[in-house]
Nanobody
Framework: QVQLVESGGGLVQAGGSLRLSCAASGSIFSIKAMGWYRQAPGKQRELVAAITTFGRTNYPDSVKGRFTISRDGAKNTVYLQMNSLKPEDTAVYYC??????????WGQGTQVTVSS
């Protein structure tokens, strides 16, 4: 059984910073990529940041330059440093781990609220 434990969400004022962490444990044969998604009320879940085992990162334009994803391969942990937060960043943030040959595992979600 695979578990993803997220931490670091909370309430912050606009312009502030938060750091999310996600630790994966259990029987994961091989990890292809780790990432963060978010879902705001009434909206679809969207990719926030992803990083492959080779360190290649991917960000949408909405967070580029403000968010940074990193990982500790030895600990199967992925981090998301979020700076210059905006009210529109308010959402539930989910950690995702894409394994080889599959499936993709999801965390339980952590709330991030940015007040104006």
């Amino acid at each position: 059984q695979v578990q993803l434990v997220e931490s670091g969400g909370g309430l912050v004022q606009a312009g502030g910073s938060l750091r999310l962490s996600c630790a994966a444990s259990g029987s994961i044969f091989s990890i292809k990529a780790m990432g963060w998604y978010r879902q705001a009320p009434g909206k679809q879940r969207e990719l926030v940041a992803a990083i492959t085992t080779f360190g290649r990162t991917n960000y949408p334009d909405s967070v580029k330059g403000r968010f940074t994803i990193s990982r500790d391969g030895a600990k199967n942990t992925v981090y998301l440093q979020m700076n210059s937060l905006k009210p529109e960043d308010t959402a539930v943030y989910y950690c995702a781990v894409e394994s080889v040959p599959g499936p993709t595992y999801w965390g339980q979600g952590t709330q991030v609220t940015v007040s104006s």
